[in-house]
């Protein structure tokens, strides 16, 4: 097993193409900053190292000291293509992503902790408050709902996701696709903790979403220019500079 006091590397993917946003919303600005610069920032206190997984082309220059790598076709190849740039000996492994730029940097550390404390992963995730209802289509496109889940066992997952690195290297190894790679280790057995999610970190998927976030950043730096605590239900709320 691997020695849980060794060195953390985090891996950043903003790879994708864009296709629901309507453009590559890695590179679009939330206060002053691109959407992929803020995951880079606040895991830089939990990280000893750091890779982004970027498109070809023209988009950002990262930080000094920060390795880009060019992403997959899918998800599952651009975590590989991070991989791969990530020290071998690393202990413990953070995927995170561009379309949750409101993270803050205690989060990061709050899934490093589960995993130095013996947790194969550790995911952020906050209770479901509304109902989700499974549907399905009808010929004339209508969606018919049908059974809702039982939200007391059921919980949104956010980013960054903390992993044991050689397992997560090993669930990779055969090159299996996955919406998520939290899903490939509790398919391998994995025990996966689930820590407090942050009810800012909101994923940014639409336009409206980056809208959405830049709300959000702009109401917790007046809070913060305010003296006043900066804490929105069970997460605290951290806004990246």
């Known amino acids: ?4 006091g060794g060195p953390v590397w985090t891996i950043v993917l903003a790879a994708g193409g864009g296709t629901r946003f309507g453009g ?3 590179f679009f600005h939330l206060g002053g900053e691109p959407l992929v610069a803020h995951p880079v920032l606040a895991s830089w206190p939990a990280s000893d190292g750091i890779v982004v997984v970027l498109p070809d082309g023209p988009g950002w220059v990262a930080p000094p ?8 076709a899918t998800r599952a190849e651009s975590v590989r293509a991070g991989l791969a ?10 995927i995170t992503d561009a379309a949750h730029p409101l993270a803050s940097a205690e989060l990061y550390r709050r899934v490093v902790a589960e995993v130095r404390a013996g947790a194969d992963a550790a995911v952020p995730g906050l209770p479901l408050t509304e109902v989700v209802k499974a549907v399905q289509p009808e010929p004339g496109g209508a969606l018919v709902a049908g059974a809702s889940l039982v939200r007391e066992t059921h919980r949104l997952v956010q980013t960054p996701h903390a992993f044991r690195a ?3 290297r090993a669930v990779h190894a055969g090159a299996p696709e996955a919406v998520e790679d939290s ?3 509790a398919a391998a057995g994995g025990r996966i903790v689930v820590v407090a999610g942050e009810p800012a970190n909101i994923h940014v998927t639409t336009p409206d979403e980056l809208a959405m ?6 109401h917790v730096r007046t809070l913060r220019s305010e003296g006043e605590p900066d804490e929105f239900g069970t997460g605290r709320v951290r806004a990246v500079r």
């Open 85 to 94: 740039a990530v020290p071998r000996d690393t202990a413990i492994i953070v």
């Open 24 to 26: 590559r919303k890695q």
């Open 65 to 72: 000291g920060v390795r880009v790598v060019s992403g997959g």
């Open 183 to 185: 899903a490939m280790v």
């Open 213 to 218: 976030a830049r709300l959000l950043l702009t």
């Open 1 to 4: 097993m691997s020695d849980r």
């Open 166 to 168: 050689e397992l997560l």
